[in-house]
């Protein structure tokens, strides 16, 4: 089977991916986290104004298979939550890269250990 890994994003072994960019960026959970847990049934993210550190808890993914901490690619300041994810929880399924991100953040730092697009694709073959 065949995942999509955008070469626009960074991602963690645990397999959440991240923008790369400068400025706010978003992050979210790649098409094969979201193929491995089945159908995602709740989300519980932080706050807006929370501060994150790279590689910390930042929340849960809840499908019918399974609940799975969600892991911060970077660190800094949570400016965005994606709302939409309170009534529509598969969005994660549905568009994981698009309307599924589930936060935006003001980067401080970025985590030493994020994977490129080729190597994420390794790991997951």
Do not use: T
């Not at 994003?9 to 959970?29: N, Q």
């Not at 930042?58 to 399974?66: D, L, P, Q, R």
């Not at 009534?87 to 599924?100: A, K, R, T, W, Y």
Request: net charge negative.
């Amino acid at each position: 089977m065949s995942f999509d890994v955008p070469d626009d994003r960074k991602y963690l072994e645990s397999h959440e991916w991240v923008e790369d960019g400068d400025g706010p960026v978003k992050i979210g959970i790649s098409d094969f986290a979201q193929d491995e847990l089945g159908d995602v049934v709740f989300v519980e993210l932080p706050g807006e104004g929370d501060d994150l550190a790279a590689g910390e808890e930042f929340g849960v993914v809840e499908s019918i298979k399974a609940v799975s901490d969600l892991y911060s690619p970077v660190s800094g300041e949570v400016v965005a939550v994606n709302d939409a994810l309170e009534s529509q929880p598969e969005l994660v399924n549905d568009d994981p890269f698009g309307d599924g991100w589930m936060i935006e953040v003001e980067v401080s730092e970025e985590n030493g250990d994020l994977l490129s697009a080729d190597d994420y694709r390794e790991q997951i073959e």
